[in-house]
């Protein structure tokens, strides 16, 4: 369970690709809905909330991971932060090709591995709601937070890595102008959300406003 490199983790990825058939397939009767022409969830109708979620890649955020994306045509995903945690100290979004991803074409095996499968279903999730985000703008809000097994029990103020790529895009969607609310769910460790909220608390380049 450390390391989707493992005869569990390959039978995992292969039930994730069957979930998605299994449970487009059963929405076939459902009615059609008309082709959006862009990714980037609109909401018509109806104000969508944000959402961030932040996963340590494990087997059992994949099987969540599935579950998200299921969901996001009902909210605007804004933020998908790939960090470590408590049992996967280093995180795996640095893993290299494997079974997972035989060929090398990627870095960090599970995540394009799921937005592949996801790919693959999303022509017969758009007719039955428009708003599901594509695996390419899925793809573009994906950061790297931070994987350093030294800050896993450290606050913020003294950790090793601070500032990384997925601690930026939270303090930037916090911050903007859009009134929407956001959620902001951890699967795996906190470090880059803290360190983000700490950020705009403490760090005086951010008014209470």
């Not at 995903?77 to 640095?94: A, D, L, M, P």
């Not at 705009?200 to 209470?208: R, V």
Request: with cysteine; aromatic share 8%.
């Amino acid at each position: 369970m450390n390391n989707l490199k493992t005869k569990k983790g390959i039978t995992t990825i292969t039930n994730i690709k069957i979930i998605f058939i299994l449970v487009i397939s059963i929405g076939l009767l459902s009615p059609i809905a008309p082709h959006r022409e862009d990714g980037v969830p609109t909401g018509k109708g109806r104000v969508k909330p944000r959402a961030i979620v932040t996963t340590d890649g494990e087997i059992d955020d994949l099987s969540t991971m599935v579950r998200f994306l299921l969901y996001s045509c009902d909210f605007e995903v804004v933020g998908i932060i790939q960090n470590n945690s408590r049992y996967q100290k280093s995180g795996h979004s640095s893993d290299k090709a494997d079974e997972l991803n035989p060929e090398g074409t990627h870095a960090g095996a599970w995540f394009p591995v799921m937005m592949d499968a996801y790919q693959k279903v999303y022509p017969q999730l758009i007719k039955h709601n428009p708003d599901y985000p594509t695996a390419e703008y899925l793809t573009s809000v994906m950061r790297v937070g931070n994987e350093n097994p030294a800050d896993l029990y450290v606050d913020p103020p003294n950790m090793e890595t601070r500032d990384t790529e997925g601690e930026q895009l939270i303090v930037k969607v916090l911050t903007d102008e859009d009134p929407r609310e956001v959620h902001i769910s951890c699967w795996g460790g906190s470090n880059t959300v803290a360190s983000a909220l700490w950020t705009i608390k403490y760090s005086g380049k951010y008014s209470a406003d």
